[in-house]
């Protein structure tokens, strides 16, 4: 499956955006997908989860009731609504895909198989 990641752009404090990872292949309903966020000089980090069916969500601490990850399996897309943004969340943010996760293993960067190319989002304080 390939995903391409759009929606980043450079907001205030206080803001909203919406990020969609749009994937290519007739399976996508069979993929779990994740959002994961990555500043300079930090690792890669967790941000939310969603299953195939889209019936479980999994949050970052940090980002929960902020952000809400959905899914539209007709459109093969899967959307991550962030509102409230903080400074803090300044980072480029990846949608990544996997068949075979589990739950202990869904907010783990490295158990993903497919990633999108990520797009830049800046928060101004």
């Known amino acids: 499956v390939q995903l391409q990641a759009s929606g980043g752009g450079l907001v205030q404090a206080g803001g909203s955006l919406r990020l969609s990872c749009a994937a290519s292949?007739?399976?996508?309903?069979?993929?779990?997908v994740g959002w994961f966020r990555q500043s300079p000089g930090k690792e890669r980090e967790f941000v939310a989860a969603?299953?195939?069916?889209?019936?479980?969500?999994y949050y970052a601490d940090s980002v929960k009731d902020r952000f809400t990850i959905s899914r539209d399996n007709a459109k093969n897309t899967v959307y991550l609504q962030m509102n409230s943004l903080k400074p803090e969340d300044t980072a480029v943010y990846y949608c990544?895909?996997?068949?075979?996760?589990?739950?202990?293993?869904?907010?783990?960067?490295?158990?993903?198989?497919?990633w999108g190319q990520g797009t830049q989002v800046t928060v101004s304080s």
């Open positions: 990544a895909a996997d068949s075979g996760l589990i739950s202990s293993s869904i907010r783990r960067w490295d158990e993903y198989d497919y």
């Open positions: 292949g007739r399976t996508f309903s069979s993929y779990a």
């Open positions: 969603i299953r195939r069916s889209g019936g479980s969500t």
